[in-house]
């Protein structure tokens, strides 16, 4: 059984960064692909970023390009989302989740870490 825990953001102003990890156990995650979401209050949940366990490719939102950066460390099974530049509308709570294939990590995607909020000040 795949297994994501998540770590990281909380409370910060705008143009601030934070950044959010997930790790993950019970399974051989090479092959896998990490997507991290993310909801805001009234709002359905939206896709942010994605990338492959082995970072040869990663994709993004419009609204966080140049902004957000996955990374990843395959000693620790651990991948990060860097948040730059933060502004008030990217509040919301984040989700990385895993998938075998970029066409199955959507909202749709098996597996989830437990989601942590993030908060942006004006």
């Known amino acids: 059984q795949v297994q994501l825990v998540e770590s990281g953001g909380g409370l910060v102003q705008a143009g601030g960064s934070l950044r959010r990890s997930c790790a993950a156990s019970?399974?051989?995650?090479?092959?896998?692909?990490v997507g991290w979401f993310r909801q805001a209050p009234g709002k359905e949940r939206e896709f942010v970023a994605r990338?492959?366990?082995?970072?040869?490719?990663?994709y993004y939102a419009d609204s966080v390009k140049g902004r957000y950066t996955i990374t990843r460390d395959n000693a620790k099974n651990t991948v990060y989302l860097q948040m730059n530049s933060l502004k008030t509308e990217d509040t919301a709570d984040y989700y990385c989740?895993?998938?075998?294939?970029?066409?199955?990590?959507?909202?749709?995607?098996?597996?989830w870490g437990q989601g942590t909020q993030v908060t942006v000040a004006s």
């Open positions: 019970g399974g051989t995650f090479s092959s896998y692909v």
């Open positions: 990338g492959s366990w082995r970072g040869l490719t990663t």
């Open positions: 989740s895993a998938a075998l294939t970029s066409s199955q990590c959507t909202t749709n995607s098996p597996y």
